[in-house]
Structure formats: structure tokens, C-alpha cells
């Protein structure tokens, strides 16, 4: 088991820095677009947000897009952070684990949550690009 946690350790810089770090960068600069990018084009995200959001549903990329402009313009981002290793890595399939603490802009309420960004790699589609990128299928937070 040992080794198990070693080699997933050793694999998480490789399958998934690029795609943690943008998902780290939307958050703390409440940039929806940048959020919008890791979404599978033509598909659905399962999203589920505790209070002060109340938000839970299955949504397109665009709604998605939608649901976290309006978050993003009602709340305000102090701390952003995926705490390492992944939850769960499976080959095609990881769960990121992060921490994100904002504050209500209207009246000044602060909020902690952990949220799990569960992930699927997806063949690359972007033109003159091979491979394959890890997209967002499924967001869930939980308040700390």
C-alpha cells in the first residue's frame, strides 16, 4: 500500500499540475471563463453548493459559466488551494480536494468550503493539440 501512495504521489505533479493550478487561478481571481475552459464542451457538470449558495443541480458548460459569474460577482475570494495528493486517482479519473474560503460582498459574511473537483480526461480537441486534457465533470463542496 505503501508503494501504491508513493507512485500516485510521483504521478500527481505529472497528470494534473496544469489543470489544478487554472482551476486554482479562477477562483482566486473569480474568473468564470477561466473555469469555463476546463469544462467538457457539449456536456453536463454536476454541481452542489451548500448555503450561502444553495445551488444543486446538473447543468451545460454554459449554465455552469453562468452559475459562477453570478458567484463570482457576489462573492469575493480570500484563500484558494488544493491540498495534495488527489483524493482519488484511477487512470482516467482523478478528485481533486481543495479549500476555499470567501466572503459575501453584500454583507460582509465570511464562508469556508471544501470542495471535490472531480475530473475525467478527455482527448484534446483543441486545434494543432494531441493528447488528452483532464476536464471538470463534477463539482461538490461541503461547508467546513
Known amino acids: 500500500m505503501g508503494n501504491l501512495?508513493?507512485?500516485?504521489?510521483?504521478?500527481?505533479?505529472?497528470?494534473?499540475?496544469?489543470?489544478?493550478q487554472n482551476i486554482e487561478r479562477a477562483f482566486l481571481q473569480n474568473d468564470a471563463r477561466m473555469l469555463h475552459s476546463l469544462f467538457p464542451p457539449q456536456s453536463h457538470i454536476n454541481i452542489s453548493l451548500p448555503e450561502?449558495?444553495?445551488?444543486?443541480?446538473?447543468?451545460?458548460?454554459?449554465?455552469?459559466?453562468f452559475l459562477f459569474q453570478k458567484i463570482f460577482s457576489s462573492?469575493?475570494?480570500?484563500?484558494?488551494?488544493?491540498?495534495?495528493?488527489?483524493t482519488s486517482i484511477e487512470g482516467k479519473s482523478a478528485i481533486i480536494k481543495t479549500?476555499?474560503?470567501?466572503?459575501?460582498?453584500k454583507n460582509q459574511n465570511q464562508y469556508v468550503f471544501n470542495i471535490f473537483?472531480?475530473?475525467?480526461?478527455?482527448?484534446?480537441?483543441?486545434e494543432g493539440q494531441t493528447g488528452e486534457?483532464?476536464?471538470?465533470?463534477?463539482?461538490r463542496a461541503a461547508t467546513i
Open 5 to 20: 501512495a508513493i507512485l500516485l504521489l510521483s504521478l500527481f505533479p505529472i497528470l494534473l499540475p496544469s489543470t489544478t
Open 52 to 65: 450561502p449558495i444553495s445551488f444543486s443541480d446538473q447543468v451545460s458548460n454554459q449554465q455552469a459559466y
Open 75 to 86: 462573492y469575493t475570494t480570500f484563500e484558494f488551494y488544493s491540498e495534495n495528493p488527489p
Open 99 to 105: 479549500r476555499w474560503s470567501f466572503r459575501d460582498k
Open 117 to 126: 473537483f472531480y475530473l475525467i480526461k478527455l482527448p484534446s480537441k483543441a
Open 133 to 139: 486534457t483532464w476536464k471538470i465533470i463534477e463539482i
